[in-house]
């Protein structure tokens, strides 16, 4: 019988770089873990949690009873609520700069990993935060070191146990979203137990899984995209299809476990791929409407990812019809409608935009009109929205073109 023929050829896969990531522990029960964990990094520990983080089934007292009996004390503690602004990092960092801190232990949801980010980085460099914020005059590079982290989510969203940058927020309307960002940065460990999802509200559970969604929506599409990124992405994207909705409809209910893990994993994923192929107009559109108005970063996320989609692939359809990226939406159409694989690439384009508005339907996801966004502050919003994150979406999008998406987000 005659050896098979060498079969068609293929082009070489694209050019990539994998940055650090942490070590990760993945699991139910996983916290039990973390003392062992910390205890490798040294004696001393920053304990920095959410106003609730601990608060459920004696979480705390277990966990200083856990730390106590590997050997790590709790030099220090503080609570954060809300998003980190620039004098509460400095604030953290200034009160605990002269201990000794071996080990930062940051347990919560996005806000109180970015400033535990933000803080771990600040311990032994002497000066404020905004000395290192992209975008802010004057901003000079981060020298460094970083005290080891240790991050342990307690919610399904942003990935920031897995990033390199911390989001420092100044709100107002001068107001700004920037971001610390180093690869020295990136937690030490990650600590990822789905069982600290228990007791997510549906608004929660909403808002961190749209914002997950999206970070690996817009990664997937992203003009710096690469082979590792784009597994990770469409393996997170499987697991948010399979999970997010289930774990909204019946947050305790008996399939809550499954699906909780499969957010937490997805919100993991997202969080690696973003640090490394970047995002989109989401999140161009993102940050000034958090920094501008009251407007939680997955409800901004929520409320325009189906418009954004829509908006960029008309545009490429008709700016740039040869575009990889319109194959790569026509993917995503077929992996979030389940549909067939021989589906038509425009059929799943068109799905994927219309899959995408019911899920922010059956979210509940609120308007941008409830969070006090109008007509008149629009152009505001669209005269700052063109920093990074715009910069790897995958189409120029006019201000016209991202004006009219906030006007149907309203």
């Avoid at 973390?34 to 959410?50: K, M, N, V, Y």
């Avoid at 020298?143 to 146990?161: N, R």
């Avoid at 958090?290 to 325009?304: E, M």
């Avoid at 629009?378 to 189409?395: H, W």
Wanted: charged content about 15%.
């Amino acid at each position: 019988m005659a050896a098979p023929g060498p079969g068609p050829s293929l082009p070489p896969l694209s050019a990539f770089a994998l940055g650090r990531i942490p070590r990760i522990t993945f699991g139910a029960g996983s916290i039990a873990r973390l003392p062992e964990i910390a205890a490798s990094h040294g004696r001393h520990a920053l304990l920095i949690t959410g106003a609730r983080s601990l608060a459920a089934g004696g979480r705390r007292k277990a966990l200083l009873a856990g730390l106590a009996a590997a050997g790590v004390q709790v030099a220090g503690e503080a609570a954060v609520a809300g998003e980190p602004s620039p004098a509460l990092v400095d604030g953290i960092a200034a009160a605990h700069r002269g201990s000794v801190i071996d080990v930062v232990i940051g347990i919560g949801g996005g806000s109180v990993l970015d400033t535990a980010k933000a803080v771990a980085g600040l311990l032994r460099v002497d000066a404020p935060v905004t000395d290192f914020l992209e975008g802010l005059p004057g901003a000079r590079p981060w020298p460094g070191p970083s005290v080891p982290l240790v991050a342990v989510p307690t919610t399904a969203g942003t990935g920031s146990e897995a990033t390199r940058n911390a989001v420092i927020s100044e709100r107002g309307v001068a107001g700004y979203k920037r971001s610390f960002r180093d690869e020295r940065l990136v937690a030490a460990d990650a600590v990822v137990d789905p069982d600290l999802l228990a007791g997510s509200t549906p608004v929660l559970i909403a808002t961190q899984g749209m914002d997950a969604l999206t970070q690996l929506l817009e990664s997937y599409t992203s003009l710096r995209a690469g082979p590792v990124t784009d597994a990770l992405a469409l393996a997170g994207l499987e697991a948010a299809r399979d999970g997010l909705l289930a774990w909204h409809a019946d947050p305790s209910g008996p399939d809550a476990p499954a699906a909780r893990s499969r957010m937490a994993f997805a919100a993991l994923l997202s969080g690696i791929c973003l640090a490394h192929a970047g995002l989109g107009a989401v999140h161009g559109l993102a940050s000034p409407l958090g920094a501008q108005l009251p407007i939680p970063h997955g409800a901004a996320c929520g409320a325009t990812l189906a418009g954004v989609t829509r908006a960029n692939v008309d545009a490429l359809e008709r700016r740039s019809p040869d575009s990889p990226a319109l194959s790569r939406y026509a993917v995503l159409g077929r992996l979030l409608g389940r549909l067939p694989a021989s589906t038509a690439d425009a059929v799943s384009r068109t799905a994927l935009v219309e899959t995408l508005a019911a899920w922010t339907a059956t979210l509940a996801m609120p308007g941008l009109g409830a969070y006090g966004l109008d007509a008149a502050r629009i152009p505001a919003v669209v005269a700052d929205g063109r920093g990074s994150s715009m910069k790897t979406n995958p189409v120029v999008l006019t201000d016209e073109e991202l004006a009219a998406v906030l006007a149907g987000a309203l």
